[in-house]
């Protein structure tokens, strides 16, 4: 949804990128700030999340996120972009602690080798999320809860609704009965976790990647505005960022079955080609949603006009085969690929720049994933401990974007993109070498 927020507070607020860029910034800087607090209680005191038990800690996460969502009614009553930025930290807050709590969760669920693919399934669940949420966002608030005018009063409902959700959910997994991982043997203190060399490097890791992939979908809508790209405006550019964030989705559930326990080649390739088909065939309905006066109707986009993501797609599904299921080589080839993509974003125009930018999302897919697993392997006690030191880093995040803004400021939102090159070329290095877990 920031991806959608970022244009609308823009316009709303008159803002420059940079200013815009500070919803970021308030957002991913509360996982750093959050992290750091919890590092130093478990440093202290011990880990809270091992002390409390995973479930519980996701079910307070859910509750916070809601109470962030709310806060949007009055930011919007108050008319304060400064309160906005409020509210997106204690959401952040929220999504923080179910971080630490749900990445190491379904990493210990089952046999640490498939690890990597328990949690690209969770992350392609995710995605779901992530490519439905553009287009319902764009919807409401740009045509559902809009009076024809770009107001902060359209944001209201549509977060009090999330805000709901988010309890509703906390709820039901309160009442779900999930396995429980309490741990009641004396709980260990200090930084035990830092004296693993695939963690240090897998912090810098994370905060290059989430840092380049929040930068990069927060400026799309405005990279899709430029003339010499597509021309679109805000609205009509958020429906194509679900192709973005649905790229994402094919990505990490094609990664879920890569990375799983199927031993036969042709059933786990097989099988990868149907779920990515039906992922995007959900994108490309989702789409083709058209709302005018109110009135919904169906609008395909036609096949020569998708064309280059077919084909990116058809790039995607090949590196998982020449990856051969090994975290670290489709992590490099993934990351390299990514920055051929953004050279292409950067020096050409129109249909090739435009779709190079939203396959991003392809190659994004797995990272995250990909390098907690690294960076958490054979950390034994200390992987909660070594759980809230990677999700500090996603204050990547926070930092990148405002970077990038700055520099759309000064030399224009298609050069700003060669920043995120810097972060994959050190994910590239952390791929080849950063992740061998050498103990110092």
Same mark, same amino acid.
């Given at each position: 949804? /920031?991806?959608?927020?970022?244009?609308?507070?823009?316009?709303?607020?008159?803002?420059?990128?940079?200013?815009?860029?500070?919803?970021?910034?308030? !957002?991913?800087?509360?996982?750093?700030?959050?992290?750091?607090?919890?590092?130093?209680?478990?440093?202290?005191?011990?880990?809270?999340?091992?002390?409390?038990?995973?479930?519980?800690?996701?079910?307070?996460?859910?509750?916070? &996120?809601?109470?962030? &969502? &709310?806060?949007?009614?009055?930011?919007?009553?108050?008319?304060?972009?400064?309160?906005?930025?409020?509210?997106?930290?204690?959401?952040?807050?929220?999504?923080?602690?179910?971080?630490?709590?749900?990445?190491?969760?379904?990493?210990?669920?089952?046999?640490?080798?498939? #690890?990597?693919?328990?949690?690209?399934?969770?992350?392609?669940?995710?995605?779901?999320?992530?490519?439905? #949420?553009?287009?319902?966002?764009?919807?409401?608030?740009?045509?559902?809860?809009?009076?024809? /005018?770009?107001?902060?009063?359209?944001?209201?409902?549509?977060?009090?609704?999330?805000?709901?959700?988010?309890?509703?959910?906390?709820?039901?997994?309160?009442?779900? /009965?999930?396995?429980?991982?309490?741990?009641?043997?004396?709980?260990?203190?200090?930084?035990?976790?830092?004296?693993?060399?695939?963690?240090?490097?897998?912090?810098? #890791?994370?905060?290059?990647?989430?840092?380049?992939?929040?930068?990069?979908?927060?400026?799309?809508? /405005?990279? !899709?505005?430029?003339?010499?790209?597509?021309?679109?405006?805000?609205?009509?550019?958020?429906?194509?960022?679900?192709?973005?964030?649905?790229?994402?989705?094919?990505?990490?559930?094609?990664?879920?079955?890569?990375?799983?326990?199927?031993?036969?080649?042709?059933?786990? %390739?097989?099988?990868?080609?149907?779920?990515?088909?039906?992922?995007?065939?959900?994108?490309?309905?989702?789409?083709?949603?058209?709302?005018?006066?109110?009135?919904?109707?169906?609008?395909?986009?036609? !096949?020569?006009?998708?064309?280059?993501?077919?084909?990116?797609?058809?790039?995607?599904?090949?590196?998982?085969?020449?990856?051969?299921?090994?975290?670290?080589?489709?992590?490099?080839?993934?990351?390299?690929?990514?920055?051929?993509?953004?050279?292409?974003?950067?020096?050409?125009?129109?249909?090739?720049?435009?779709?190079?930018?939203? #396959?991003?999302?392809?190659?994004?897919?797995?990272?995250?994933?990909?390098?907690?697993?690294?960076?958490?392997?054979?950390?034994?006690?200390?992987?909660?401990?070594?759980?809230?030191?990677?999700?500090?880093?996603?204050?990547?995040?926070?930092?990148?974007?405002?970077?990038?803004?700055?520099?759309?400021?000064?030399?224009?939102?298609?050069?700003?993109?060669?920043?995120?090159?810097? &972060?994959?070329? %050190?994910?590239?290095?952390?791929?080849?070498?950063?992740?061998?877990?050498?103990?110092?």
């Amino acid at each position: 949804m /920031n991806d959608v927020l970022i244009p609308h507070l823009k316009a709303a607020f008159e803002l420059t990128y940079f200013q815009a860029a500070l919803v970021q910034f308030a !957002f991913f800087g509360a996982f750093f700030i959050v992290s750091l607090i919890y590092f130093l209680i478990s440093v202290s005191k011990g880990d809270p999340i091992t002390k409390i038990g995973y479930k519980n800690g996701i079910v307070i996460g859910l509750v916070i &996120c809601g109470i962030g &969502c &709310c806060l949007f009614y009055p930011a919007a009553q108050f008319q304060a972009y400064g309160f906005f930025l409020s509210a997106l930290f204690v959401l952040a807050t929220g999504v923080t602690i179910l971080q630490i709590a749900a990445n190491p969760y379904a990493a210990i669920l089952g046999k640490p080798e498939t #690890a990597s693919s328990r949690l690209n399934l969770a992350q392609g669940y995710n995605s779901i999320g992530t490519t439905l #949420a553009p287009f319902i966002g764009a919807l409401l608030i740009y045509k559902v809860f809009s009076d024809g /005018n770009i107001t902060v009063d359209s944001l209201k409902l549509p977060y009090v609704i999330y805000g709901g959700a988010f309890i509703v959910l906390a709820l039901l997994v309160r009442g779900v /009965n999930l396995p429980s991982f309490v741990n009641k043997e004396k709980i260990l203190k200090g930084a035990g976790a830092l004296k693993f060399r695939q963690l240090r490097f897998g912090m810098f #890791a994370i905060f290059a990647y989430v840092g380049a992939e929040v930068a990069i979908g927060s400026f799309l809508i /405005n990279y !899709f505005g430029l003339e010499n790209i597509m021309g679109f405006g805000e609205a009509e550019a958020g429906v194509y960022l679900s192709y973005y964030w649905g790229g994402a989705m094919i990505g990490r559930f094609m990664g879920s079955i890569s990375m799983g326990s199927i031993t036969s080649t042709a059933k786990k %390739y097989g099988l990868m080609a149907a779920v990515a088909i039906a992922a995007f065939v959900l994108v490309y309905l989702v789409t083709s949603i058209k709302n005018e006066n109110g009135l919904f109707h169906m609008e395909f986009l036609s !096949f020569s006009k998708i064309g280059l993501f077919l084909l990116f797609a058809l790039i995607n599904y090949a590196a998982f085969f020449i990856g051969k299921s090994s975290p670290s080589r489709i992590l490099a080839i993934f990351a390299s690929i990514i920055i051929i993509m953004l050279m292409l974003v950067v020096f050409t125009d129109g249909y090739i720049a435009f779709w190079s930018a939203i #396959a991003i999302g392809l190659f994004n897919s797995i990272m995250w994933s990909n390098i907690f697993t690294l960076a958490i392997k054979d950390l034994g006690e200390h992987t909660s401990q070594g759980s809230s030191l990677l999700v500090m880093m996603i204050v990547g995040g926070a930092l990148v974007p405002p970077i990038q803004g700055l520099m759309a400021d000064v030399v224009g939102i298609q050069m700003s993109f060669l920043l995120p090159v810097i &972060c994959y070329i %050190y994910i590239v290095f952390y791929a080849v070498n950063g992740y061998k877990p050498m103990k110092n």
